[in-house]
């Protein structure tokens, strides 16, 4: 099944926008667009529509459901080509050897439990894996996943000494906070990351909502979904 000839175009119209909305925050925080990558976020969306960003020019696409994202971007006969897959979903350690079998980044390491769970699974399939420690930018709300900034050091080291590829930060702007104020304690964790991980650059932030935020403060990766592909199904 591929994407109608209406949807591509919907696609494309949207992608074209966004787009330029990131160039536009690039050029506003003095940055240049090749620094900023696009993660597409496809999740609630048939594998049709992977297949038109992949021939749109999308590089990069995200999932946040291991069950569904394993159905989609394994069995369905692996991603497609030049196509890096990221999980940014909360993960469980029992979900985690799935989820290693086919996503290049994984957006959301909170615990040492996942870091084990990933490596066993990166190891067992002869892959390799990006980590990116998800920081708990509110402390309030743990149901939303996330390491807190002060149990960021360990874990980092937790995940350089594994198997995995200690990529950066990832994180989501609290609900009811400016998004800005968050991205600002997000790029100060970041910076102290830099200190002990130098390598460790990537700083996944910034959604539909508040990528241009992200962008102004040092996001490096940026997860768009409804800005791109429209209201998901199960909200309609
Ligand atoms: C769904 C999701 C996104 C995309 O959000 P939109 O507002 O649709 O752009 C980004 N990050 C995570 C972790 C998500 O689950």
Same mark, same amino acid.
């Given at each position: 099944?591929s994407?109608?000839?209406?949807?591509?175009?919907?696609l494309?119209?949207?992608?074209?926008?966004v787009r330029?909305?990131v160039d536009?925050?690039c050029?506003?925080?003095g940055?240049?667009? !090749?620094?900023v990558?696009?993660?597409v976020v496809?999740?609630?969306?048939?594998?049709?529509?992977?297949d038109?960003? *992949?021939a749109l020019?999308?590089?990069?696409? /995200?999932?946040?459901?291991?069950?569904?994202?394993s159905?989609?971007?394994?069995?369905?006969?692996?991603?497609?080509?030049?196509?890096?897959?990221?999980?940014?979903g909360?993960?469980?350690?029992?979900?985690a050897?799935?989820?290693?079998?086919?996503?290049?980044?994984?957006?959301?390491v909170?615990?040492?439990?996942?870091?084990?769970a990933? !490596?066993?699974?990166?190891?067992?399939?002869?892959?390799s894996?990006?980590?990116l420690?998800?920081?708990d930018? !509110?402390?309030?709300?743990?149901?939303?996943?996330?390491a807190l900034?002060?149990?960021?050091?360990?874990? *980092?080291d937790?995940?350089?000494e594994?198997?995995?590829t200690? /990529?950066g =930060?990832?994180?989501v702007?609290?609900?009811g906070?400016?998004?800005?104020?968050?991205?600002v304690?997000?790029?100060?964790?970041?910076?102290?990351? @830099?200190a002990?991980?130098?390598?460790a650059?990537? =700083?996944?932030?910034?959604m539909?909502?508040?990528l241009?935020q992200?962008?102004?403060?040092?996001?490096?990766?940026?997860?768009?979904?409804?800005?791109i592909? /429209?209201? @998901?199904?199960?909200?309609?």
């Amino acid at each position: 099944m591929s994407a109608t000839p209406e949807r591509v175009a919907e696609l494309e119209t949207n992608l074209a926008t966004v787009r330029e909305r990131v160039d536009a925050a690039c050029a506003a925080a003095g940055r240049q667009p !090749d620094e900023v990558t696009l993660v597409v976020v496809t999740k609630y969306f048939p594998r049709s529509d992977v297949d038109a960003l *992949a021939a749109l020019g999308v590089t990069d696409i /995200g999932e946040n459901k291991a069950q569904e994202a394993s159905a989609k971007l394994a069995e369905e006969g692996g991603a497609p080509e030049g196509v890096r897959t990221h999980f940014i979903g909360q993960l469980q350690s029992n979900k985690a050897g799935e989820v290693a079998r086919w996503a290049d980044v994984v957006h959301s390491v909170d615990r040492v439990k996942i870091v084990r769970a990933l !490596d066993r699974g990166a190891q067992a399939s002869g892959r390799s894996i990006t980590g990116l420690i998800q920081v708990d930018l !509110d402390g309030s709300d743990p149901g939303r996943g996330g390491a807190l900034p002060a149990d960021v050091p360990a874990l *980092a080291d937790a995940v350089a000494e594994s198997g995995l590829t200690l /990529g950066g =930060l990832m994180a989501v702007a609290p609900r009811g906070e400016d998004p800005g104020a968050a991205f600002v304690r997000l790029a100060e964790v970041a910076e102290r990351l @830099r200190a002990e991980h130098p390598d460790a650059t990537m =700083l996944s932030a910034g959604m539909s909502g508040d990528l241009e935020q992200a962008v102004a403060h040092g996001a490096t990766h940026l997860r768009v979904g409804t800005a791109i592909l /429209g209201s @998901r199904p199960s909200h309609r």
